[in-house]
Nanobody, 121 residues
Framework: QVQLAEAGGGLVQPGGSLRLSCAAS????????MAWHRQAPGKQRELVAV???????NYADSVKGRFTVSRDNAQNKMYLQMNSLKPDDTAVYYC???????????????WGQGTQVTVSS
C-alpha cells in the first residue's frame, strides 16, 4: 500500500554531515506526518524528528540544533540533514509515515527498511 525508500546513509567521521532521504510511494491518498526514528545496537528504537503536513517539527533533545527535518509534500519525500555528527548518532535510521491509503479508512503506519549511519574515525 505504501512503500518507503530510504537513502543517504553511510560512514562519516565525527563532526561530519550526512543527508538522508525518504521517498514514499504507492496508493497514497494523503500523508499526515513523516518521521525519522533510529535504533542503535542493544537499544530501543527512538524518535529522532517528526514533521507534519503543516510543517510542524519536533526533535529529540539529543539532536536539536544539529539535525533538520524537511519534506517535499508534492513529491512525498522527507529529508534529514544531519550536521556535527557524533559517534552516539550511529544507528539504523528508519523512515516512518502516517498516511491514508486509497480504498481504506483511517490512518495507517508504515516503516521503511532502514539505512545505516555510522559515525567513526
Amino acid at each position: 500500500q505504501v512503500q518507503l525508500a530510504e537513502a543517504g546513509g553511510g560512514l562519516v567521521q565525527p563532526g561530519g554531515s550526512l543527508r538522508l532521504s525518504c521517498a514514499a510511494s504507492g496508493s497514497i491518498f494523503s500523508i499526515y506526518s513523516m518521521a525519522w526514528h533510529r535504533q542503535a545496537p542493544g537499544k530501543q528504537r527512538e524518535l529522532v524528528a517528526v514533521i507534519t503536513n503543516g510543517g510542524y517539527t519536533n526533535y529529540a533533545d539529543s539532536v536539536k540544533g544539529r539535525f533538520t527535518v524537511s519534506r517535499d509534500n508534492a513529491q512525498n519525500k522527507m529529508y534529514l540533514q544531519m550536521n556535527s555528527l557524533k559517534p552516539d548518532d550511529t544507528a539504523v535510521y528508519y523512515c516512518f509515515v502516517r498516511a491514508t491509503v486509497r480504498g481504506t479508512v483511517g490512518l495507517g503506519n508504515y516503516w521503511g527498511q532502514g539505512t545505516q549511519v555510522t559515525v567513526s574515525s
